[in-house]
Nanobody, 120 residues
Framework: QVQLVESGGGLVQAGGSLRLSCAPSGGTISPYAMGWFRQAPGKERDVVAS????????YYADSVKGRFTISRDRAKNTVYLQMNSLKPEDTAVYYCVADHSYRGGSWDSWGQGTQVTVSS
């Protein structure tokens, strides 16, 4: 139902930083939560980080704790992923997701994916 548009991916050296942004393409109600998945070649698509919309409660995968920060702008229904100290193993297609269910539990909207490549 809701189309998400991502930006900010690209090529960066190991140890560098990138900031991903994601927002709906049109007007929409506030989600229950938004987040980011990623998928590397030959691997499953896994959650990187998520944030609840009301209180900003965050979740991070162990592999990115201390390096990535998720945040949101509730006025624009926009979610950000600040990625610092990037490693080659962070290379993946990153997908923005949104949950518009009543109490959460379902990622019902997905972005097209944006490539993040970290070179050694």
């Amino acid at each position: 139902q809701v189309q998400l548009v991502e930006s900010g991916g690209g090529l960066v050296q190991a140890g560098g930083s990138l900031r991903l942004s994601c927002a709906p393409s049109g007007g929409t109600i506030s989600p229950y939560a938004m987040g980011w998945f990623r998928q590397a070649p030959g691997k499953e698509r896994d959650v990187v980080a998520s944030i609840s919309w009301s209180r900003g409660s965050t979740y991070y995968a162990d592999s990115v704790k201390g390096r990535f920060t998720i945040s949101r702008d509730r006025a624009k229904n926009t979610v950000y992923l600040q990625m610092n100290s990037l490693k080659p193993e962070d290379t993946a297609v990153y997908y923005c997701v949104a949950d518009h269910s009543y109490r959460g539990g379902s990622w019902d909207s997905w972005g097209q994916g944006t490539q993040v490549t970290v070179s050694s």
